[in-house]
């Protein structure tokens, strides 16, 4: 798949409660064949995950409580 490898991939949120020391709460936000996913902040507690997924646009609204 020369060319395509960076199509091979899940797009995830995976947050942290304690600075980074561990690790939880996957979010899935795009399943394979995903790639090129960008994040923008909208707020202090919400942000927009923006992916290429199957060759069409997908976008997901996450909030951090």
């Given at each position: 798949?020369?060319?395509?490898?960076?199509?091979?991939?899940?797009?995830?949120?995976?947050?942290?409660?304690?600075?980074?020391k561990?690790?939880?709460?996957?979010?899935?936000?795009?399943?394979?064949p995903?790639?090129?996913?960008?994040?923008?902040?909208?707020?202090?507690?919400?942000?927009?995950?923006?992916?290429?997924?199957?060759?069409?646009?997908?976008a997901?609204?996450?909030?951090?409580?």
């Amino acid at each position: 798949m020369e060319g395509r490898w960076h199509r091979n991939a899940f797009v995830k949120i995976i947050t942290s409660a304690d600075m980074g020391k561990t690790w939880g709460n996957q979010l899935i936000i795009a399943e394979m064949p995903a790639a090129w996913a960008g994040l923008l902040p909208l707020s202090d507690t919400s942000l927009l995950v923006v992916c290429d997924h199957d060759d069409r646009v997908q976008a997901q609204q996450v909030t951090l409580s």
